[in-house]
């Protein structure tokens, strides 16, 4: 044991545990689930790590698997980055598994021993677990990280869900006992998490909470509530750039600053409006102790947008002291430490997936936890800037009085579909008892007045837990009622296609209700209409938008002018655009409606629907004379040029000499040779996959 601790000890580059990690000490080296609450910065990471060795150390430990389960790709990124350094030395080896993870690396995935994912793709990849039936059953740990995050409402209902999946595959298996550890920020009910991960004899998960006195650099918190004067959130954002200067000035004690901005032009603006007024500001009244004129120079902004050696610069500068405010996007949130004093978030809304919305707990807590950090300082300021409507609420979440609560019930019929068609459910009474192992069932215990069913009768909303949840699965069978009718052998069909493309369920209704033989035309107008696309909204861009309508690459014209969201998606759709939710999703969801269209045997309407998925893939219709720009080495230029020398497809393409497609491209050999190769793998790819 001597030797396996001097082995575990170069894991960690600290001579000590800290107070969190010594008192938790015992309990992670315990066979029990376990879940722990503690202040940002207060060492949570390295509890995770030791139930990892404590795994190692056990019988044939170092061929057990380990999921750990983070909310962001970002945190996953930084994880992986980090576990694979520490944890190579013991032999361990550990793969990501993200959005950008292709899932045709099923083998690599088999093989590591600590797989790193986001809820969302674990989910997708466990609905197929059949596929990894070896990782399933060595899988011993279970991370969750940021646990906190059930609150939110996709994730936090995935997050339930997974859970739940892996406890049931687990049984299926006949495996050993599956051990869960997760790790939450401080809540006030973090005890129904514990209740929630109970073991399989039903008995709670260890719990240890740790309150802010534990943390190593202390925190000073203030939301300041500002008056918002017309405009959405973008114009109020741009408002506070002129009171940033008050709250460094005020805040900062000359020490360095990170302002946290919604978006990349907003960071931009930031440090040029702070810059300007640095150089109007006299030195005397500056709250940095250089010369005015050079404090013009020490301000920079820092985003996702920027080259990776110009990230790198800034922050190596604001390390060394040669820059006293950063502007930021979420991209230094998590990952590197800097020595910031003073974190200031400049608004509380962002702008993702097409709408504005509130950040979440999660994400405030990873951007004020950037303040003060041990390495660096021995105090820190957060100062959350947002409207006085908001001030309460985000009160709340810096002091760790939100209540968590689940929102499964808000995402049920797509969750519960999932299960059948996986066959964890087979009747009614196997999904009350699917409900009774999730987070909804301990929290609508406890706060029954949160969940009150939509579409139901008011005397439901009396009911107790127990008839609740028996309320919301009454409800999913009502709203589901319509493919219910269809024949038994179809109903198998849709739900799996509702299943194997993560779609929703009023998606998938509407594919099933469209008429027989659709046009392409209208095949478009459907999709355009698709649930998944819901939160898309105008937003200054009507008239850029029907400018694009009389495009004449636009296929479908919109007759009038685009007055909706899904005549929006509709126009996108058709040019390829670059909108990055609806090219996210509108392959996902075209796939999905060919699946319902094969079941349905509606021949005309597939072959429509799979001209339309192929399009969206390609960004360019089948018919369009710039198809080749789809080719990577070919944008759209060249793809016009070699157009007007009468090669518009990738047959035509594959035909001509290699020096013909030169001289058109205005290139150099061998630019012809090359075109040709990836001509080749891209026009085999279909028949290979």
């Known amino acids: ?134 990782f399933m059953n060595m899988l011993r740990l279970v991370l969750l990280d940021e646990v906190h995050m059930l609150k939110e409402e996709s994730r936090g209902a995935t997050l339930e869900v997974i859970v739940s999946r892996m406890k049931t595959i687990h049984h299926e298996l006949g495996a050993n006992a599956l051990r869960i550890v997760a790790i939450s920020a401080t809540v006030p009910n973090i005890a129904d998490v514990a209740e929630w991960l109970c073991n399989a004899r039903g008995e709670p998960a ?8 534990y943390r190593p650099v202390k925190l000073v918190k ?26 460094i000035c005020r805040y900062s004690s000359g020490k360095p600053v990170l302002v946290f901005c919604s978006t990349r032009k907003s960071a931009m603006e930031a440090a040029e409006h702070l810059a300007a007024q640095f150089k109007a500001t006299p030195s005397t009244q500056n709250p940095f102790d250089r010369l005015a004129e050079v404090l013009a120079q020490r301000v920079g902004f820092h985003h996702g947008g920027l080259a990776f050696d110009d990230r790198q610069k800034v922050e190596s500068l604001f390390i060394g002291g040669a820059i006293s405010v950063i502007c930021t996007t979420s991209t230094l949130a998590v990952g590197v430490n800097l020595p910031a004093r003073l974190v200031i978030v400049k608004g509380t809304m962002q702008y993702v997936n097409g709408r504005f919305s509130e950040y979440t707990k999660m994400d405030i807590e990873q951007m004020i936890g950037r ?16 409207s006085i409507d908001c001030r309460q609420r985000l009160m709340d979440i810096v002091s760790g009085q939100e209540t968590i609560e689940s929102s499964l019930h808000e995402n049920l019929i797509e969750h519960l579909n999932a299960e059948v068609v996986l066959g964890s459910i087979r009747n009614p009474q196997q999904a009350l008892e699917w409900l009774k192992s999730t987070f909804l069932h301990v929290r609508i215990q406890k706060n029954p007045s949160h969940y009150r069913l939509k579409d139901c009768a008011a005397d439901t909303g009396r009911l107790s837990a127990e008839n609740r949840l028996e309320g919301l ?46 046009s392409l035309e209208r095949i478009l107008e459907v999709l355009s209409q698709a649930k998944e696309f819901s939160t898309i909204r105008f937003h200054s861009d009507k008239a850029h938008l ?29 040019m390829g655009g670059e909108t990055a939710t609806i090219l996210q999703n509108a392959s996902r969801v075209a796939r999905c409606m060919c699946d319902v269209l094969i079941a349905r045997r509606d021949h005309t309407a597939l072959k429509n629907a799979i001209v339309l998925s192929q399009s969206i893939q390609a960004r360019t219709w089948d018919s369009s004379r710039l198809q080749l720009k789809q080719l990577d080495g070919l944008g759209p230029q060249l793809s016009r040029n070699l157009a007007h020398g009468g090669i518009t ?24 040779n090359k075109v040709q190769s990836i001509a080749l793998w891209r026009d085999a790819e279909p028949f290979m996959q």
């Open 222 to 247: 203030e939301v300041l509530g500002y008056h918002v004067s017309g405009g959405n959130s973008f114009v109020f954002e741009r408002s506070l750039d002129s009171k940033l200067m008050d709250v």
């Open 473 to 518: 699965l009454h409800r999913e069978q009502m709203c589901s009622e319509p493919v219910m009718l269809m024949a038994c052998r179809q109903r198998t069909d849709f739900a799996k296609a509702m299943a194997k493309y993560y779609c929703k369920f009023e998606t998938v209704l509407s594919f099933v209700h469209i008429e027989r033989a659709a």
């Open 1 to 134: 044991m001597a030797i396996q601790a001097d082995r575990y000890r170069a894991i960690f580059s600290f001579p000590a545990f800290n107070a969190v990690q010594s008192e938790c000490f015992d309990l992670i080296y315990s066979h029990s689930n376990v879940v722990i609450s503690a202040p940002t910065g207060a060492g949570k990471t390295v509890l995770m790590e030791l139930a990892i060795l404590r795994l190692l150390g056990r019988p044939r430990g170092d061929q057990s698997k380990v999921v750990y389960v983070a909310p962001t790709k970002a945190l996953c990124s930084e994880r992986v980055r980090d576990w694979q350094h520490k944890f190579s030395s013991l032999g361990l080896t550990c793969q990501e598994l993200t959005g950008d993870t292709d899932l045709r690396q099923t083998t690599e995935i088999q093989r590591c021993n600590i797989l790193v994912t986001t809820p969302e793709k674990w989910d997708t990849t466990t609905r197929r677990w059949h596929d990894l039936r070896h």
């Open 206 to 213: 260890a719990l240890q909470v740790f309150g802010e006195a």
């Open 649 to 672: 497809t990738f047959a035509q393409l594959l035909d001509a000499g290699p020096r013909r497609i030169e001289m058109l491209a205005g290139r150099n050999p061998p630019f012809g």
């Open 371 to 386: 303040a003060g950090r041990p390495q660096f300082d021995d105090s820190g300021v957060a100062v959350i800037m947002t």
């Open 546 to 574: 029907n400018v694009l309508n009389k495009h004449p690459d636009i296929r479908f014209r919109i007759q009038g002018r685009i007055a909706t969201p899904d005549q929006k998606q509709k126009s996108m759709h058709a």
